[in-house]
């Protein structure tokens, strides 16, 4: 690992001004990637990883807006603010224009894939036209060049019988068979880093493998460096080098995958651990997280999982904790943001253990939460009996 980090995020806040009050989506999360590794984002549906990832990309829209830190990438700064003459808060002077952003970084030099490849795919096209026109845009290459390289991304990406595919309308591909050609897309300007959010997430199991085991293989072969956004630790341990837990807009665990699942230092992420279906379990087993994640727009005092937590004590009502490194892991910090480590010194252990801990911030949708996450990782309407 190189001392310099491909992307720096430092202290990163975005907010949403809505109506009903201000939305904490992202609220004050750092971490870095390296050159060529995977690193996750992971966490319940509303905990931040959509929003942190389209700050990075620049495509935050209204009502929200950054409202305070530092994303840097190869030395240059995406975002950074500075206070002005006047007091007030400015973009930087070095920060990049949303210009030189759009032109210059996204597409380029930072790709992203979103879950639903019909979403980035014009149904009117031919895949292989819109890989083609994507590749004569953004290369600048003549149009027999350009469609031989889709071909060629197509074959890479593993689409059998390219040529003749290349010709095919995007609903004449299966599911996996389109996120592929949208891994095809993000690789073709070949950019240094990839943002996937969630876009295995709608594929079963069988084709989501082959998509992670494809991942690996082209992460390996061209270098690129991922984020990958997901609800799921079992894709984590899949595919990520390092990993960051999300909870409520912040980061509440980060470490190398093998620690975060071997030496686990938040009881959130140990409930998530706990909420991953394993073959020698069913699902009725299954340890859930109790409760539902509260709405960021009004999150709970101290420590924002206190609510749902099973070693939360008085204390973790009243404390707040930043992320702190509480382990070393081969010489990079294992970072957590719970109280019941020592570094924290806030006399946990005298800290009397809270009880009835079920009623959240919103206690009428907790009845029969308590399975939510187990039983439905997916978060879609389908419940989860039967899930394996
Ligand atoms: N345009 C918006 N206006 C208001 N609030 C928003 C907007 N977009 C996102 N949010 C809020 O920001 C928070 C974080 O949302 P985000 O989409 O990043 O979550 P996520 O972790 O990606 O979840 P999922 O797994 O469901 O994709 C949520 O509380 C969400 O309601
Ligand atoms: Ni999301």
Redesign the pocket.
């Known amino acids: 690992m190189s001392s310099e980090p491909l992307l720096r995020v430092e202290n990163l806040k975005t907010q ?1 001004f ?1 109506e009903a009050g201000t ?1 904490r ?2 609220d004050g999360i750092s971490f870095d990637v390296y050159e060529g590794e995977i690193v996750g984002l992971v ?10 990832s389209m700050s990075i990309m620049g495509l935050v ?1 209204n ?2 807006e950054i409202v305070a830190g530092e994303i840097t990438y190869k030395g240059e700064t995406l975002f950074g603010l500075e206070e002005g003459p006047d007091g007030e808060l400015r973009e930087r002077e070095d920060a990049l224009s949303s210009e030189e952003i759009r032109t210059r970084i996204r597409g380029n030099e930072i790709a992203v894939i979103f879950q639903d490849p019909m979403e980035s795919l014009n149904p009117v096209f031919t895949v292989g036209g819109q890989l083609r026109e994507f590749i004569e845009l953004n290369r600048g290459l003549p149009e027999d060049e350009a469609r031989a390289e889709a071909i060629d991304m197509l074959r890479e990406v593993g689409i059998p019988d390219p040529e003749q595919r290349y010709e095919e309308y995007p609903h004449q591909f299966s599911g996996g068979m389109r996120q592929r050609v949208l891994i095809a897309m993000a690789l073709a300007c070949e950019p240094s880093l990839i943002i996937a ?2 876009p295995t997430t709608a594929l079963d199991v069988t084709v989501e493998g082959q998509i992670l085991d494809l991942v690996d293989d082209l992460q390996e072969k061209y270098g690129t460096s991922f984020i990958w ?1 997901t ?1 799921d630790l079992g894709v984590v341990a899949e595919i990520c080098d390092r990993v960051n837990v ?1 909870y409520l ?1 912040e980061i509440v665990e980060q470490a190398p995958v093998d620690e975060l699942f071997y030496d686990t230092k938040h009881p959130y992420t140990d409930a998530l651990l706990d909420s991953i279906p394993r073959p020698d379990r069913t699902v009725t087993e299954l340890e859930a997280i109790e409760g539902v994640m509260p ?3 009004d999150p709970p005092s101290g420590c924002r999982f206190h609510p749902r937590c099973p070693d939360a004590r008085e204390v973790c009502k009243r404390v707040h904790p930043d992320a702190k490194t509480v382990a070393d892991a081969d010489g990079e910090p294992h970072r957590a943001a719970c109280v019941k480590h020592d570094t924290f010194d806030v006399d946990y252990e005298g800290s009397s253990p809270l009880k009835g801990r079920v009623e959240t911030a919103d206690s009428g949708r907790t009845a029969d939460a308590g399975s939510e996450l187990a039983a439905n990782p997916a ?1 879609d309407e389908s419940g989860g009996e039967g899930r394996e």
């Open positions: 949403f809505t939305v989506a992202v966490g319940e549906s509303g905990a931040g990883k959509s929003v942190a829209e009502p929200g959010d969630e956004v609800h999300m807009g709405e960021a727009i978060g």
